[in-house]
Protein backbone atom coordinates (compact mmCIF):
# COMPACT_ATOMS: atom_id res chain seq x y z
CA UNK A 1 0.00 0.00 0.00
CA UNK A 2 1.22 3.86 -0.82
CA UNK A 3 -0.43 6.75 0.54
CA UNK A 4 -0.02 9.24 -2.70
CA UNK A 5 0.14 12.99 -1.06
CA UNK A 6 2.62 15.19 -4.01
CA UNK A 7 0.52 16.54 -6.71
CA UNK A 8 0.55 14.37 -9.99
CA UNK A 9 2.45 16.45 -11.81
CA UNK A 10 5.52 16.45 -9.45
CA UNK A 11 7.85 14.12 -11.58
CA UNK A 12 8.84 12.41 -8.33
CA UNK A 13 5.12 11.06 -7.85
CA UNK A 14 4.11 10.80 -11.21
CA UNK A 15 7.65 8.10 -11.46
CA UNK A 16 6.32 5.85 -7.77
CA UNK A 17 2.92 5.64 -9.04
CA UNK A 18 3.60 4.17 -12.34
CA UNK A 19 5.90 2.17 -10.44
CA UNK A 20 3.44 0.96 -7.74
CA UNK A 21 1.24 0.26 -10.92
CA UNK A 22 3.14 -1.69 -12.83
CA UNK A 23 3.71 -3.81 -9.48
CA UNK A 24 -0.05 -4.32 -8.89
CA UNK A 25 0.13 -2.84 -5.35
CA UNK A 26 -2.64 -0.67 -3.61
CA UNK A 27 -2.21 3.20 -3.89
CA UNK A 28 -3.92 5.31 -1.43
CA UNK A 29 -4.33 9.07 -1.71
CA UNK A 30 -4.66 12.27 1.04
CA UNK A 31 -7.72 13.89 1.73
CA UNK A 32 -6.78 17.11 1.01
CA UNK A 33 -4.89 18.71 3.80
CA UNK A 34 -1.10 17.63 4.20
CA UNK A 35 -1.07 19.24 7.45
CA UNK A 36 -3.14 16.49 8.59
CA UNK A 37 -1.46 13.59 6.63
CA UNK A 38 -0.78 11.96 9.96
CA UNK A 39 -4.58 11.15 10.16
CA UNK A 40 -4.51 9.55 6.48
CA UNK A 41 -1.28 7.51 7.80
CA UNK A 42 -3.10 5.80 10.16
CA UNK A 43 -6.04 5.35 8.45
CA UNK A 44 -4.41 3.97 5.15
CA UNK A 45 -1.42 2.36 7.48
CA UNK A 46 0.92 2.64 4.10
CA UNK A 47 4.30 -0.03 4.09
CA UNK A 48 6.04 2.48 1.38
CA UNK A 49 6.03 6.17 1.96
CA UNK A 50 7.98 8.09 -0.36
CA UNK A 51 8.14 11.99 0.16
CA UNK A 52 10.50 14.91 -0.07
CA UNK A 53 12.89 16.15 1.77
CA UNK A 54 10.76 18.74 3.31
CA UNK A 55 8.45 16.82 5.17
CA UNK A 56 11.29 14.65 6.11
CA UNK A 57 12.87 17.51 8.20
CA UNK A 58 9.32 18.63 9.72
CA UNK A 59 8.33 15.22 11.03
CA UNK A 60 12.34 15.02 12.57
CA UNK A 61 11.75 18.27 14.26
CA UNK A 62 8.74 17.45 15.86
CA UNK A 63 10.28 14.19 16.76
CA UNK A 64 13.11 16.30 18.33
CA UNK A 65 10.83 19.45 19.71
CA UNK A 66 8.64 16.08 21.80
CA UNK A 67 11.55 14.97 22.86
CA UNK A 68 12.66 18.14 24.22
CA UNK A 69 9.86 18.35 26.98
CA UNK A 70 11.06 14.74 28.32
CA UNK A 71 12.72 14.96 31.68
CA UNK A 72 15.02 12.18 33.02
CA UNK A 73 14.71 8.36 32.00
CA UNK A 74 12.03 8.92 29.56
CA UNK A 75 14.08 11.47 27.37
Same mark, same amino acid.
Given at each position: ????????AH??????E??? +?????????????? +??????? +???????????????????????????? +??????
Amino acid at each position: MHISYLPLAHSFERMVEIAI +LCQGAMMGFYHGNV +LEIKDDL +LALRPTIFVSVPRLWNKMVDGIKAKLGE +LRGMKK
